[in-house]
Nanobody
Framework: VQLQASGGGAVQAGDSLRLSCAAS????????AGWFRQAPGKEREFVAA??????FYADSVNGRFTISRDRDKTTVHLLMNGLKPEDTAVYYC??????????????????WGQGTQVAVSS
């Protein structure tokens, strides 16, 4: 069981990036997928999640980021529009079986990818 995150990079404020999280050994059919991020010196924080087709977003990214799942349910994407310098962080994808009340909690996810760096300059 593995998750492989990709798509990070260095961009300017206002630009867009699309992160991808590819699963091997399982599918997202019955698992929730989440994106979390961790900036230097800060705790890991929830960004977005998708569970049984329903999406969830942190207030800080709502309206700018979109999480989606491929039809084959093996890849989850995070489209990030209108990037801001405060979005700079290492982004991690995760999979697990959180319930609705724990969808934003990192400990509710069992599987984690390696992280991909996003750097946004002003």
């Amino acid at each position: 069981v593995q998750l492989q995150a990709s798509g990070g990079g260095a961009v300017q404020a206002g630009d867009s990036l699309r992160l991808s999280c590819a699963a091997s050994g399982f599918t997202f059919n019955n698992l929730a997928a989440g994106w979390f991020r961790q900036a230097p010196g800060k705790e890991r924080e929830f960004v977005a999640a998708i569970r049984l087709g329903r999406t969830f977003y942190a207030d800080s990214v709502n309206g700018r980021f979109t999480i989606s799942r491929d039809r084959d349910k093996t890849t989850v994407h995070l489209l990030m529009n209108g990037l801001k310098p405060e979005d700079t962080a290492v982004y991690y994808c995760a999979a697990g079986t959180p319930i609705i009340s724990t969808i934003r909690t990192s400990t509710a996810y069992s599987y984690w990818g390696q992280g991909t760096q996003v750097a946004v300059s002003s």
